[in-house]
């Protein structure tokens, strides 16, 4: 039987037996395995040059801040280096998420680069004649704009996003960016497949994981400097529907997207797709980085020590196209929109409850239907009586998968997914 090594999860339990025979037969730490996985290749040679060779400066100091783009307060809600997206600014916008709110996910803050001067670099143990044998393949931002272009609609979105209701809904104390549902965002990609560029460095069947890696500046939490952020890809998902992508909603990308080259993961975790694309490791054996062992797996009660397997699928989800404590006329027609997603196609149906829950009824599709994005939809809804009250969306998706109810505990407060209760006010 084939396993579907594009599946993360499926592909940890695969490699598993790979890992340990590199490792002599025995279970270690994931702190090891990471020392081991560095030593594989030239991780540590490369990444002290390719910042000097990509013609990278720091992002402009000062009131801009970690983010070069404006934040006006009608548009996002700021959260440090990162910016989230406010749900009423997409009422009456079209079906992509324009650039000027879509949110903003940075580790350390937005470099500024040279497309003159950018490479990509490729080198590995999967690439014939690459290091140590050979020298880095290297492409320019021209050679990728004179391939074969593809455009891809997609969304991204943060592997946290909906964190802070595991606190204000289930009663959970979590770490991280206390995001409500605005870490998300459709757009209209422009690239090249990554598959493309693999077969052109000289791709061979005996790769198993390529190593995307940004360039932004490195990374440090709690002390621990992690290095610039880096997350492995198994080569089946690399060679099925990523995308290098130079431009965002048909032009190119800002700079606090990617540009001038990120990667698009569609369906996944938002940290598989790397901003500011500048290297890409190929490797005959796994790879690992705080970004698939430390981060972004599920810790807490009920998961391994070691934590859950490493997230990819984003998880189906709904919001209201309304402010929190939006405030409505009792007696008076009112039509609610709302948009649902899931990483796992498309999504069937939606409900809507306007009592907290007590009953459902059907929400209208209105818009495209796409396996990689998003399902816009509107509700008509005429209260009868004064007060707060909940609103309530839930989705389906092609799957079968329905947001429930509550969500399990994780630490990390990853992968929210839980029905959220939207506060309004009927006047």
Not at 338 to 344: I, K, L, V
Not at 352 to 368: E, K
Request: glycine fraction near 12%; charged fraction near 20%; charge should be neutral.
């Amino acid at each position: 039987m084939e396993d579907d090594l594009t599946d993360e999860a499926t592909y940890e339990g695969v490699r598993s037996a790979q890992r340990l025979s590199a490792l002599g037969g025995v279970e270690v730490s994931r702190r090891k395995l990471l020392r081991v996985s560095a030593g594989v290749g030239l991780g540590a040679a490369m990444a002290g040059t390719a910042q000097a060779v990509a013609g990278i400066a720091p992002a402009a100091a000062g009131a801009e801040g970690p983010i070069v783009k404006p934040l006006p307060p009608e548009l996002f809600i700021p959260h440090g280096t990162n910016a989230e997206m406010r749900w009423e600014s997409m009422s009456g916008q079209g079906y992509l998420t324009p650039t000027d709110r879509f949110f903003v996910r940075d580790h350390t803050s937005t470099p500024r680069i040279d497309p003159r001067t950018w490479q990509l670099k490729l080198w590995g143990s999967g690439l014939r004649g690459s290091p140590p044998e050979g020298r880095p393949v290297e492409f320019s931002y021209e050679d990728l704009l004179g391939m074969r272009a593809e455009t891809l609609t997609a969304f991204i979105e943060c592997t946290g996003n909906g964190r802070s209701f595991f606190t204000s809904q289930q009663g959970h104390t979590v770490s991280g960016t206390p995001w409500r549902l605005g870490a998300v965002g459709v757009a209209r990609w422009r690239g090249v497949r990554l598959a493309t560029v693999l077969e052109r460095a000289g791709l061979t069947g005996k790769a198993v994981d390529v190593m995307p890696r940004g360039l932004d500046a490195d990374f440090v939490d709690k002390g621990v400097d992690h290095g610039r952020v880096r997350r492995p890809l198994p080569v089946a998902k690399a060679l099925k529907d990523v995308l290098l992508a130079f431009e965002m909603n048909d032009r190119p990308l800002p700079p606090d997207h990617g540009f001038p080259v990120r990667l698009v993961v569609p369906g996944w975790v938002g940290i598989a797709s790397i901003k500011w694309l500048g290297e890409i490791q190929v490797s005959g054996v796994p790879l690992f980085s705080p970004w698939n062992t430390e981060y972004y797996r599920l810790f807490g009660p009920g998961y391994p020590a070691a934590g859950s397997e490493p997230l990819t699928r984003m998880v189906v989800k709904s919001a209201f196209e309304l402010p929190w404590d939006a405030r409505f006329e009792a007696g008076r027609a009112h039509v609610l929109h709302g948009r649902s997603w899931s990483g796992n196609g498309r999504v069937r149906d939606v409900e809507v409850s306007v009592d907290g829950g007590a009953t459902w009824r059907p929400a209208l599709p209105r818009g495209p239907w796409a396996a990689r994005a998003w399902l816009p939809w509107e509700f008509r809804w005429t209260p009868d009586r004064t007060g707060a009250q909940v609103l309530m969306a839930r989705a389906t998706d092609e799957t079968g998968g329905t947001q429930p109810d509550t969500v399990p505990y994780n630490t990390l407060g990853y992968l929210f997914g839980a029905v959220v209760r939207h506060p309004v006010v009927v006047v």
